[in-house]
């Protein structure tokens, strides 16, 4: 073989092993889900996007990678649902952050996914451009909205706004549209509004051309967008792993609305640098520490959401109730009330629901999981920003 050749051949080889052995590329499912014969940590991917809305998963991602005794739960990001659908029809993803009516329709199309939990309350807006004449939703009359998917709660919002204003099912045209483009697509003109979760909405704000025509919170109290769902196949393969894995997103949940101001495992102060490894997150002077604030520097990371942290910090802190992460157990009447939307707008009009072939919350929810407690995520001993040990309490089993 040529010298060059045997160059190329060498370099193809050094980038497979390095894409399977470090990367994990060519894992398959199973391998990532299942803990190895030499006694490894099991792993699990979960999907979503980069939107505050799934703000629990990159916390729990980081808390699982800096705390031995959890799983590793790995955050993989998609930049839109259909993505995340495909891969769990392929059987590559088996938990992932969804719109709930997009699960409920993948489990009556014979996918089989079931929510076990909700990612947030809240975090939702409809932003228009700074310089419209829009006052309120009665303004939009004529006008054309971007919606992150057909199978939203987004959408079932925008209906419940056209009873609200009496409007007729073509007073609106909505427009499917991918949530990171949104804030481009409202500045070139290609809608005169757009509803997604944030940051998506606030990235218009600070950037000076899009405005708050409605916070969800204010027009749906405890507005719910995503849910955690995971396979059928998983549950079945591993409850024990569901079961860590919602301990892990409520626990993460708690912490972002209720926690004090330690630095949670793997952050240190800006002043400090230098004695922390090269694992760790340095929080830059002045920029806060909170548990949203430690919250936005994690997922503003280039493995996570790869975003402006101040972006982040924006979203949740202006205001604070901007998007909530309490009450996150799944209710049974908060899904009725989208079930009934989704029948009316026609999501199931592939297999209609009837008495002979029902359809309800037991089908595609299994709420079993959140009774089994949360974590005690682990946080820096002492006071805020103090050098100390890690103080890792493990999972905490409640009634």
Not at 225 to 247: F, K, M, Y
Not at 388 to 393: C, E, N
Request: proline share 7%; glycine share 8%; charged share 25%.
């Amino acid at each position: 073989m040529a010298p060059i050749g045997k160059i190329l051949l060498a370099l193809v080889t050094v980038t497979v092993l390095h894409a399977h052995f470090n990367l994990g590329i060519f894992h398959s499912v199973s391998e990532i889900a299942q803990p190895e014969k030499s006694g490894a940590r099991k792993s699990l991917r979960i999907g979503h996007l980069p939107v505050t809305c799934h703000l629990t998963c990159p916390v729990t991602s980081w808390v699982s990678r800096h705390s031995p005794e959890h799983s590793q739960f790995v955050s993989w990001r998609y930049t839109n649902f259909p993505a995340m659908t495909e891969d769990i029809d392929a059987g590559n993803l088996d938990a992932a952050f969804l719109l709930a009516p997009l699960a409920m329709v993948m489990q009556r199309q014979g996918t089989p996914v079931k929510m076990v939990h909700l990612g947030h309350r809240d975090g939702t807006a409809i932003v228009v451009r700074t310089d419209s004449p829009y006052q309120t939703f009665a303004d939009l009359r004529g006008g054309r909205i971007a919606i992150p998917h057909r199978y939203s709660n987004q959408r079932i919002l925008i209906e419940k706004l056209k009873d609200q204003f009496d409007f007729d099912d073509d007073d609106i045209t909505l427009i499917d549209y991918p949530p990171p483009e949104m804030p481009a697509g409202l500045r070139a003109g290609q809608f005169d509004a757009y509803i997604v979760g944030e940051p998506f909405a606030a990235k218009a704000e600070m950037d000076g051309f899009g405005r708050i025509l409605y916070f969800t919170k204010d027009i749906w109290p405890e507005f719910i967008s995503c849910v955690l769902v995971v396979t059928e196949r998983l549950i079945q393969r591993d409850p024990e792993l569901v079961n860590e894995l919602v301990q892990g997103i409520s626990a993460s949940g708690k912490w972002l609305d209720e926690g004090d101001d330690q630095l949670i495992v793997g952050l240190s102060r800006g002043e400090e640098a230098g004695s922390h490894d090269t694992d760790q997150l340095v929080i830059p002077p002045g920029f806060g520490h909170t548990p949203r604030l430690q919250a936005a520097l994690i997922a503003a990371q280039q493995e996570y959401y790869n975003q402006d942290p101040e972006l982040l910090k924006f979203v949740l802190t202006r205001p604070p109730d901007r998007v909530r992460y309490s009450q996150l157990d799944l209710a049974r009447e908060d899904f009725e009330e989208i079930q009934g939307y989704a029948e009316r707008l026609g999501f199931f009009r592939f297999r209609p629901i009837t008495a002979d072939d029902p359809f309800g919350f037991d089908d595609y929810a299994d709420d079993s999981f959140e009774r089994s407690g949360t974590w005690a995520l682990p946080v820096q001993a002492g006071a805020v920003g103090d050098a100390g040990t890690v103080d890792d309490l493990g999972p905490e089993t409640q009634p």
